[in-house]
């Protein structure tokens, strides 16, 4: 059978077919295929945070913003009303601060009165010479007995008395008996000697010279005979020096005296308050000695003022943190963009 020759053109159509087939496969086999990228691809950044919405207010912004706050009828009125609760507070803890002086004032009598009430114990008892002055003892209601050594006589300077100064008549009472029978000094070197404060005196009673007038030297004249006295004790002062006439001293020391009296020494001082030196004399007697600021305050009392006056503050402090966060609110409602702004004038104007 002849061979059948197909034209020219029907054989080039057929080639270009089978090459568009052999492509599209090669093109099908490549996008199934993994494809790696050459180039190096960069790490994904996280999303950065978006600033708050709330606007950062502090400083003279802050305060201008309470200013107008401040000024505005309402918080007026309010804090018209929490300055007079303040006042009412500071008032109250006034009061209790009174209060307080009051009721210490009260105790300290009281303990005078009992203390008064109570007989007085032998100086043994409580106090031996050249022995260390506790402050338990000062207020102490003691009874002893000796003899005045006249020519020991001194002037306390600077000492004031119900408001008004003057001077304290000092003397030095040689001791012989505290109740201890003479033990207290067995092993010293003879009987001790304890300052004693008779009374007070007005500076009138002193003259130019520093010495007493002949008037108060007669009222204050030492007792030559043997005296049993009754009366506080008190703890010894520290020495001052100071340049003072003959027979006065600035402060009452066991330690000072002992180098100007001699002989043992007690580590306090007495204060009379009873026995053979009558105020007839026309000595002041001086009251109960307590320990230097031991008045003091009422505690319970005095924590109730401060109560009060913390009240008062937060009264204040709390009108403060109104007008701030009202402030802060009223500038959160303002937009921050300014295009916000011209979206907001724009809807108004088509309004």
Known sequence: MPEQHLPTNARDNTDQAEQVSAQDMRAAQESLEPQESLEPQEPL????????????LRGLPLLRAMARVAATPSKIALLVLFLVAALVCGRLGVWQLDRAYERANLAKQHEIAEAEAQAPVALAEKLKPQETFGG????????????????????????????????LVLDSLVVTEDGSD???????????????????????????????????????????????????????ESTLSASLPNGQTQSISSAALANEWGGPMYGGYLVVSAGDEPAAQGL???????????????????FYALQWWVFGLFAVA??????????????????????????????????
């Open 182 to 236: 003479g033990a207290s000094w067995a092993n010293l070197s003879g009987n001790p000697k304890m300052p004693v404060i008779r009374g007070w005196v007005p500076l009138s009673a002193v003259d130019d010279s520093g010495a007493l007038t002949d008037e108060w030297a007669a009222r204050a004249a030492t007792p030559t005979s043997p005296v049993e006295l009754v009366g506080w004790l008190q703890a010894s």
């Open 284 to 302: 002041t007697m001086l009251p109960r000695p307590q320990i230097e600021g031991g008045d003091g305050l009422n505690t319970q009392n005095l």
């Open 45 to 56: 950044e996280s999303p950065e945070p978006q600033a708050s919405s709330e606007p950062a």
């Open 318 to 351: 709390l009108w403060l943190r109104l007008v701030r966060d009202e402030a802060l609110r009223s500038v959160q409602e303002v937009p921050t963009n300014p295009f916000d702004l011209v979206d907001l004038n724009a809807t108004e104007d088509l309004k």
């Open 136 to 167: 338990d003892l000062v207020g102490q209601r003691v009874a002893v007995t000796g003899t005045y050594e006249a020519e020991n006589q001194r002037l306390v300077v600077d000492r004031a008395v119900d408001g008004q100064v003057g001077y």
